[in-house]
């Protein structure tokens, strides 16, 4: 593998915002199942194996049980309608996806796994704290902090009150479910929500711990947050884009930037690129938010406070057409290996890649246009959940601006594109992942 000198590689690193846009999401794997349901048991030996690929509580995962006595209330049942169950076992992750059944591949996990895979490192628009729980009285409070000024929140806030350890076939499950209607919007807003459950005497106390999540229109859940305990350290991504990145023409390409949180004590790691496959001429390096460029095969150490987030861009250099698989690698001592895979194809598309790339998307002119100082692009989405970018360049082709999407749901959305601090002429924008693209023209 050639590489390119970091000088070389300068001029081509996306413009970074300083504060994070977004934050990593939890995800939350919800388990409808009975205690007379013979087939639930093999998903409970699947999830089991799912569990143990991830880091400590990497995601939440509860288990809903219906025409089981004492364990199936109303509420409880009100979920199983809300997705509308009706074979079990079903296994629905982060709202969005879900797997019915028991087979081979839901037993050794790998159904699972790649279910999960899809929102480990999922960018949310919201941050979420629990901020007090007592097991004793069912109280439970949560702060919520909007982190992205371009999202309008509107969904519902559901709590569960779980128990573990019931008997030796019985745990992470549903006691008690609430709900209520909230919404927030406007960057570093806060918003403050509590419950109180009812406690059952019989319950054991010690055992009892608390989730609670939002679910918007569509399913999606953006963020959660549970009492569970967290590893000292550990770390996380926010990665507002797909992971499958494309160029229609080879040369240097630079992603839309992501998030590493150190969501743990303070702690020294060290940032490389690996390269699962990727043609021989080709360069896989990445950037950071002060413009340094990195050689992505060497290990570079980099110094992480409690709560810190640091941007990243990856920034790759293509000869010709072909495609590379790469992990970004964040490790260290302390909090172990974690990797964020990624993939990027150079030249033409199939079919089946054309339907998928084009993500139900358009976009509109740029208004006004001519501009001074901003210009607006209306967004169109056919469907919710849709991650991409709003690139922007100049009359030489040179990337100057890449603003991470997260489209939650269907309609138009409006982005502001703020060009102040360039020079007037004339620039090129596209929406990533499509073959829309128009031309804009600053002046004085």
């Not at 699947?46 to 991830?54: H, Q, T, Y």
């Not at 982190?147 to 076939?169: C, H, K, M, P, R």
């Not at 770390?235 to 023409?249: E, G, I, N, Q, T």
């Not at 849709?386 to 409006?414: C, D, M, W």
Request: include cysteine; hydrophobic fraction near 40%; charge should be negative.
């Amino acid at each position: 593998m050639k590489y390119l000198s970091i000088l070389l590689m300068l001029f081509s690193c996306a413009i970074l915002s300083a504060d994070p846009l977004y934050y990593p999401t939890t995800p939350v794997v919800e388990n409808f199942g009975s205690i007379w349901c013979g087939a639930c048991e093999l998903a409970l030996q699947g999830l089991d194996v799912m569990e143990a690929e991830l880091a400590e509580h990497e995601a939440i995962i509860c288990r809903l049980l219906t025409e089981s006595g004492e364990y199936s209330t109303p509420e409880i049942l009100t979920r199983f309608n809300y997705y509308e169950v009706l074979g079990l076992p079903a296994v629905i992750f982060n709202g969005k996806v879900r797997v019915d059944g028991a087979t081979d591949e839901t037993v050794n996990g790998s159904e699972y796994l790649e279910a999960i895979n899809q929102f480990r490192y999922l960018a949310s628009p919201l941050k979420m704290s629990v901020n007090s729980f007592d097991s004793s009285t069912g109280d439970f409070a949560v702060i919520i902090q909007m982190v992205n000024d371009s999202y309008t929140l509107a969904g519902d806030l559901l709590f569960y009150l779980v128990e573990d350890d019931i008997d030796d076939e019985l745990t992470h499950i549903v006691r008690s479910v609430e709900s209520q209607a909230i919404s927030l919007s406007g960057a570093g807003n806060i918003l403050n929500a509590d419950i109180s459950f009812a406690i059952d005497p019989s319950w054991n106390a010690d055992n009892l711990w608390a989730v609670a999540f939002i679910q918007i229109p569509g399913n999606a859940i953006l963020q959660a947050a549970s009492t569970l305990s967290q590893p000292e350290y550990y770390v996380r991504a926010a990665v507002p884009f797909d992971h499958d990145l494309h160029s229609d023409d080879p040369g240097i390409f630079a992603s839309p930037q992501f998030w590493i949180y150190n969501l743990g004590a303070a702690d020294e790691v060290n940032i490389s690129i690996e390269t699962i496959s990727a043609p021989e001429s080709w360069s896989l390096n990445y950037c950071d938010a002060d413009g340094n460029c990195y050689p992505g095969a060497m290990p570079i150490p980099f110094s992480f406070a409690s709560g810190e987030a640091k941007s990243f861009d990856l920034n790759l250099y293509a000869a010709g057409d072909g495609m590379a698989k790469l992990n970004f690698v964040v490790e260290s001592p302390n909090s172990g290996t974690y990797k964020i895979p990624f993939s990027y194809t150079v030249g033409p598309v199939g079919n089946d890649d054309l339907v998928s790339s084009t993500l139900g998307l358009s976009i509109g002119s740029g208004f006004p246009n001519p501009f001074k100082h901003s210009v607006s692009f209306e967004i169109q989405s056919n469907k919710a959940d849709v991650n991409t970018a709003l690139e922007i360049f100049n009359i030489r082709g040179q990337k100057v601006s890449a603003i991470p999407l997260l489209i939650h749901k269907e309609g138009i959305s409006t982005i502001n594109w703020d060009a102040s601090g360039l020079p007037d002429g004339l620039y090129f924008y596209r929406l990533k992942g499509t073959r829309q693209s128009g031309k804009i023209i600053k002046i004085r």
